[in-house]
């Protein structure tokens, strides 16, 4: 199998790898759009601030290349919310994969929101195997706003969607590779999916 994660400068990477390696697969860096094309799986990954990391996409063409992908594409944390159609973060436009805004947590509660927290209303076959209110790892400030293409549920202050999906695009608002035990049961799942290309 091809696994390719996206490397446009603004990714925890290692981990990702590590995670990957743990289940018996080399995942390739790359940000080679024919590579990245012809991968049998995709994780579109993320770490930092909205804005600079649009700008990188923009400037290797990233940006127009990832929403035409066919195959399995998983984003993760920022990766995920990039996918969105705007963030509030840096007032940002995003991909538009995903019909929904991106908000940042009001004064109330503590940002960001950082260690572990339930996820629920789990559908998919992302989530095959991972149990109704298990516990994933998140680290953000801003989020995905609860909308159709929710694909799981967290409440943070208010509830949000912890996971989005629409046709081939998955996402993912917390850190598989450092949630333990469900975690790498979400990427086994993510490895399992069927690709279309």
């Not at 770490?47 to 400037?59: F, H, I």
């Not at 996918?83 to 503590?110: P, Q, Y």
């Amino acid at each position: 199998m091809k696994l390719i994660i996206i490397d446009y400068g603004a990714g925890n990477i290692k981990s990702i790898q590590f995670a990957f390696k743990r289940l018996g697969v080399d995942a390739i860096l790359s940000s080679n759009i024919d590579e990245i094309k012809t991968a049998d799986k995709v994780i579109f990954p993320g770490v930092g601030e909205a804005s600079s990391a649009m700008k990188m996409l923009q400037e290797s063409g990233l940006d127009k290349i990832i929403p035409t992908l066919k195959q399995p594409v998983l984003g993760i944390c920022l990766g995920m919310q990039l996918m969105c159609n705007f963030s509030e973060e840096g007032n940002t436009k995003g991909l538009g994969i995903f019909d929904v805004e991106i908000k940042r947590f009001s004064n109330a509660v503590k940002v960001p929101q950082m260690g572990w927290n339930t996820v629920s209303n789990l559908k998919s076959a992302l989530f095959a195997g991972v149990k109704e209110k298990e516990f994933m790892y998140l680290v953000h400030s801003f989020y995905a706003e609860n909308c159709k293409e929710s694909i799981a549920t967290t409440t943070y202050g208010t509830a949000y969607a912890a996971a989005l999906q629409k046709d081939n695009f998955y996402g993912v608002q917390f850190h598989p590779e450092k949630s333990s035990l469900a975690g790498e049961q979400l990427l086994k799942n993510f490895l399992a999916l069927k690709t279309n290309n």
